[in-house]
């Protein structure tokens, strides 16, 4: 049996965006993602062909929605975003259990690509005030935090999260 049509499109939705391709269009990654929770739930009980589909990329559909689901755990609540709804639909998927993060090398670049673009907006915010020079000290603790998210080439901001310290320039 093969994955429905409906899991196929959601899911190349996400894979063939600027989320993962720099000439990839922009999206909605939390309406995407709903959608493709909603294929994978009407995904017949019987046929488990949707787990393969992307296993030729960097990550399958479980690995998307696991590494999606630790990304968006972050930002749950956060008042900058509204999660929610994404963050739920994975979990009517997938249940964590005794794992406490991304596990293997797709869920790990999925956890990356979501958290890097759920990270983008406030990174720029915060980018903003830094060089207005009236980011509060919780700002900063707040940039540390978000470290992990800051592309290795932006000097700017990974100074100011503390991350260049004691390196040579």
């Keep these: 049996m093969e994955a429905t049509k409906q899991t196929i499109e959601a899911f190349e939705r996400i894979t063939e965006s600027s989320l993962c391709r720099i000439d990839g269009p922009d999206i909605d990654l939390l309406a995407a993602i709903v959608d493709l929770c909603e294929a994978v739930e009407n995904e017949d009980g019987d046929n488990d062909a949707w787990i393969y589909v992307g296993e030729d990329s960097e990550f399958t559909v479980p690995d998307f929605l696991i590494g999606a689901y630790w990304a968006l ?10 999660t929610n709804a994404a963050y739920y ?24 690509v979501v958290g890097r673009y759920m990270a983008r907006p406030r990174l720029e915010h915060l980018r903003a005030e830094l060089r207005a020079k009236r980011l509060p000290y919780g700002d900063c603790d707040e ?3 978000l470290a ?22």
């Design 73 to 82: 755990e972050g930002w749950t609540g956060d008042g900058y975003h509204d």
């Design 89 to 112: 639909a994975i979990g009517g998927i997938y249940s964590p259990g005794m794992v406490a993060g991304p596990e293997g090398s797709g869920e790990e670049w999925a956890y990356q």
């Design 143 to 145: 940039l540390e935090g």
């Design 148 to 169: 992990e998210f800051i592309d290795e080439d932006d000097f700017e901001l990974l100074e100011a999260a503390g991350e260049l310290e004691g390196e040579d320039e």
